[in-house]
């Protein structure tokens, strides 16, 4: 990705949240790191995922959603062993 695609990018993330496609939603970082935890103790070893990797999928599950988007291989054994429908583009 060049400097300018990147500009372009974020140009489009801050339009989509002028118009609200894009919300922000707060976990409370206790219960993030709490659920994280348990995913790694259930799940690290099968599936090989990386810290980042489960706080991903742990903030996924705390905020309800039901699909996700990830290029991470780890990431999507993770959550797929958790029911998320992994979008493809």
């Given amino acids: 990705m060049t400097a300018a695609e990147t500009v372009g990018l974020w140009r489009g ?18 219960d993030l790191f709490r659920a994280a935890e348990a995913l790694v103790q259930l799940h690290t070893a099968e599936t090989g995922a990386r810290t980042l990797d489960i706080l991903h999928v742990a903030a996924a599950q ?9 290029f991470d291989q780890r990431q999507q054994a993770l959550a797929s062993r958790l029911g998320l429908r992994l979008a493809t583009i």
């Fill in 13 to 30: 993330v801050e339009t989509d949240i002028a118009n609200g496609v894009l919300v922000e939603h707060t976990v409370p970082l206790v």
């Fill in 62 to 70: 705390a905020l309800g959603v039901t699909d996700l988007v990830t």
